[in-house]
């Protein structure tokens, strides 16, 4: 059984807003680059580095949690219209 442990919360960090995601990757990790994009500019606002296997932990995860959202919230639609897919290798 793991030990469970406190985690903590530094003052400085806090909670950012994000409409668009940039996502990058090598054969080792994968950079999630969070943006706010406004009408005259877009500023990145967070960046997360993740191994291969943490993000797909991340994915099966997130898809769990939005199934609990849609049945508590009801179903989601897709946009009608996909948004651009940003990314490199």
Same mark, same amino acid.
């Given at each position: 059984?793991?030990?469970?442990? &406190?985690?903590?919360?530094? /003052? ?5 807003? !994000?409409?668009?995601? =940039? ?6 990790? +994968?950079? =999630?680059? +969070? ?10 606002? !967070? ?7 943490? =993000? ?5 995860? =997130? ?9 508590? +919230? ?5 946009? /009608?219209?996909?948004? &651009? ?5």
């Amino acid at each position: 059984m793991t030990e469970k442990r &406190k985690t903590e919360i530094p /003052e400085e960090i806090r909670g950012v807003y !994000a409409n668009q995601m =940039l996502v990058t990757y090598r054969k080792e990790e +994968f950079h =999630l680059d +969070f943006i706010t994009r406004y009408p005259e500019r877009e500023v990145m606002t !967070a960046r997360v580095i993740v191994s291969p296997g943490h =993000l797909k932990r991340m994915v099966g995860l =997130l898809k769990t949690w939005m199934e609990k959202y849609e049945e508590e +919230f009801g179903k989601l639609d897709e946009p /009608e219209e996909s948004p &651009k897919i940003k990314g490199s290798k």
